[in-house]
């Protein structure tokens, strides 16, 4: 069965129905989601310069008895960000047969990719495909323990379709040599889910001085990159498994791949012909016959 919706994404659902004054207030809620929204509501009113009547209202207009209830929400949502491997098993049925039980998996998959899609902003892969197929500007990208695969996956392609893209290193302590050639024409590209990592924000705080444009990718609660990212493409994660699934992440990279490769098709071309006599010359891949 599909996952309740998160306060979060009530709100996306909400946004044309708000009033100025309670999209004031969704500003501060999501400015350090959830963590934002577990102040007293006196505390968050002042912070969003509107009354306390304005937040009970926002809070039923999300379909909430009141301010308590949805507070009680981002609090599990809090608690959720931060689960071990070991208990992102809690609350999913694990008494299904095999079979069944992959169903169910693959239906909390389908699941994320469709509300995924449903949630991502129009234009937002339009602005992304803009910034990458801009070959004047050098790419970098890098992701934590769990999605530096995302990052590696990504980095394979635009690295065949054009040129002036670079992986990270694992390791943050060579991270500052590439910071030291980023400017205002770098992007920097950076895979970030629950359990969010310091290094990473580190990392994306000292970009940003830079001058580099950020560019995050991350799960529907949001790492405390958010804030800092000038784009930000939230998935949906969460699967019947003590691991998250980076599935629907897979499905914007690989949308977001297609769109560069035809925005950049001419040069595109010349350069995977190349790679291709090269491959060809090395006879690094065997011969169809």
């Known amino acids: 069965?599909?996952?309740?919706?998160?306060?979060?994404?009530?709100?996306?659902?909400?946004?044309?129905?708000?009033?100025?004054?309670?999209?004031?207030?969704?500003?501060?809620?999501?400015?350090?989601?959830?963590?934002?929204?577990?102040?007293?509501?006196?505390?968050?009113?002042?912070?969003?310069?509107?009354?306390?009547?304005?937040?009970?209202?926002?809070?039923?207009?999300?379909?909430?008895?009141?301010?308590?209830?949805?507070?009680?929400?981002?609090?599990?949502?809090?608690?959720?960000?931060?689960?071990?491997?070991?208990?992102?098993?809690?609350?999913?049925?694990?008494?299904?047969?095999?079979?069944?039980?992959?169903?169910?998996?693959?239906?909390?998959?389908?699941?994320?990719?469709?509300?995924?899609?449903?949630?991502?902003?129009?234009?937002r892969l339009d602005a992304l495909a803009g910034v990458l197929a801009d070959t004047e500007r050098r790419v970098y990208l890098t992701g934590g323990r769990i999605t530096r695969s995302n990052a590696d996956y990504l980095y394979n392609h635009l690295q065949i379709i054009r040129p002036g893209v670079t992986l990270l290193g694992a390791s943050p302590n060579v991270w500052p040599q590439y910071i030291l050639d980023m400017d205002q024409q770098s992007v920097l590209i950076v895979f970030d889910i629950r359990r969010y990592e310091r290094d990473l924000k580190r990392l994306s705080e000292l970009a940003k001085e830079r001058g580099a444009e950020l560019v995050l990718f991350t799960d529907q609660w949001g790492s405390p990159i958010s804030h800092l990212a000038d784009h930000v493409v939230n998935a949906l994660i969460e699967v019947p498994s003590s691991w998250d699934s980076t599935l629907a992440i897979n499905l914007v990279i690989e949308a977001l791949i297609a769109e560069v490769q035809t925005r950049v098709a001419d040069s595109a071309q010349d350069r995977m012909e190349a790679l291709e006599d090269m491959f060809q010359s090395t006879r690094i891949f065997r011969k169809s016959t």
Request: net charge positive.
């Open 1 to 123: 069965m599909p996952k309740p919706l998160s306060v979060k994404d009530r709100l996306q659902d909400q946004a044309a129905a708000l009033t100025p004054a309670e999209r004031q207030l969704t500003g501060v809620l999501m400015r350090d989601y959830p963590v934002g929204g577990l102040q007293s509501i006196t505390k968050i009113a002042e912070a969003a310069g509107v009354s306390t009547p304005t937040v009970i209202r926002l809070a039923r207009k999300l379909g909430f008895d009141g301010f308590p209830e949805l507070q009680a929400a981002m609090r599990e949502e809090a608690s959720a960000q931060f689960k071990t491997p070991i208990r992102k098993r809690d609350g999913w049925d694990d008494t299904k047969p095999g079979s069944a039980a992959f169903k169910a998996f693959a239906e909390a998959v389908f699941d994320n990719l469709s509300r995924t899609i449903d949630r991502l902003e129009p234009g």
